[in-house]
C-alpha cells in the first residue's frame, strides 16, 4: 500500500505596492469653523401692577441671581420699562420664559416677559 505524502498549499507571491514616483495628490484637510449658536436674552417687561417683591422672588429663583443683583435688574425694569434678566441659547431662553409666565400666571400677576435674539 502506498502512503500520500501530505499535500502543500501554494504559495503567494508577495505583492509589493507600487513605489511613490513623487507625482502622488495628497488631499489637505481643512477645519470647518462653526458659528456659535445665537443667543438670546430673556426680558422682563414692566407693569403697574406685579409687585416689585414678586420680581425680584422671580428673578432670584429662576435666574439665579442674589438679591442685590434681582433688586438691580428689577429696579431698571421699573426705571426702563423692560430689563435683561440673563443670556442663554434659544431652547433655555423659552424654558425660562416659560417658568417666569408659569409662576406671574399661578400668583395672579401679568407680569410678562419675552426672549429676543442678543445682536453682536
Known sequence: ??????????????????RDDGGAVLLERRTLKVKPPQMYQVVMLNDDYTPMEFVVVVIQEFFGKDMEAATQIMLKIHLDGKGVCGV?????????????????????????CISEPVDF
Do not use: E, F, N, R
Not at 1 to 18: E, F, H, L, R, W
Not at 99 to 111: F, I, M, N, T
Open 1 to 18: 500500500m502506498a502512503t500520500k505524502s501530505p499535500v502543500t498549499p501554494p504559495v503567494k507571491p508577495i505583492i509589493q505596492p507600487d
Open 88 to 112: 442663554y441659547s434659544k431652547d433655555v431662553a423659552a424654558t425660562k420664559v416659560d417658568q417666569v409666565l408659569d409662576a406671574a400666571a399661578k400668583a395672579g400677576h401679568p407680569l410678562k
